[in-house]
């Protein structure tokens, strides 16, 4: 019996959806009752996922409604758009239509992947987001940013199409790797470092970093959850405040389009980017050093740099010039003035740059 349960309103320009977060509230069916003349429903489930929890999901796929299981092998070299034409012509065959619906079962992957999949197949259909990392239910799965890779860099091709509902149930997390974990507290961490400040307050709370109480981690999602929304509320499109949610992420993407999204996680690389970008901060005088000091030690607690990256920092930076926040051939920053305040659009000096890339390279 589900427990706990927390909503979080998410309303946009373009749409309004419920997004929830406990324990036990896995329902497809539950979810679709409420949408009106849905003709079927096309549930694409993350491979790794569906072994581990076949039983749980089996028995909250919907009874009143016809659907077809697509499994997806979910990693990140597969969220690409040579493969979403297998899937598009798929859906073709099964004769989804204008009136049809997506879900999506998974981590971001498969989240960003169907989500982008239901923004352009006839225009735009319906989709649901029921997110299992811990990444995924703080992050994608909120916003309705949608996107496949190119080889020349993250989330090239993709659109903004928001979701009819979201639903994250913690039970998925229970088979969670550590990576994962690392993957999601980069997001939780960097919602509080931009604003977040119920989140910083319980994460600066823990007496160690692992969130080992259930009622606890539902409030944490809850929190950060929120936080994004309200976010999302006040910039749909990323043309303004949205932009802050990019901390971290110029020299993440960089790093994992060098390395071609393999050998490196999400989290890992905005934690990456966190380290450099809280260096450049400090280099181009804007955090002092006792600001400075409290955000890497709640870095190194919670998403440790594990390795420096055999990288030439020249070519991380020639990199971070694909970013799409760009503009003017200048690479676009979000850089902190203090905890809880970010700047967006920040250029800084190319020396700059190159020298904090240090923190993160061999070379």
Known sequence: MAENIKTVSVTTESASYSYRTGTGIFNIGAMISGMKEVDKAGIIISKRVYDLHRDYIEQGLPEALPYTIFIMEDEEENKSFHYSEAF????????????????????????????????IYMRGISVIHIPTTLLSMVDSSIGGKVAVNLSVGKNIVGAFHQPAAVSSDVAFLKTLPEEEWINGLAEILKHGLIGDERTLELLEGLETSVIDREDLLVEIIYASAAFKASIVAQDEREGGIRAILNFGHTVGHALESILEFSGISHGEAVAAGMFVE????????????????????????????????NLDRQEIFNHMKF?????????????????????????????????????ITKN
């Open 88 to 119: 598009l012509q798929k859906m073709v065959k099964e004769e989804f239509s204008r009136k049809s619906l997506l879900v999506g079962i998974g981590g971001g992957v498969v989240g960003d992947f169907t989500g982008f999949l239901a923004s």
């Open 278 to 309: 809280v260096e450049i901060s400090r280099k181009s005088g804007l955090l002092n050093l006792n600001e400075t000091e409290r955000i890497v030690r709640l870095l190194d607690r919670f998403v440790p740099l594990k390795k420096r990256y």
């Open 323 to 359: 970013d799409k926040k760009n503009s003017a051939g200048r690479i676009n920053f979000v850089l902190l003035e203090s905890v809880g305040k970010p700047l967006i659009e920040y250029n800084v000096e190319d020396e700059i740059i190159i020298e904090a890339l240090k923190l």
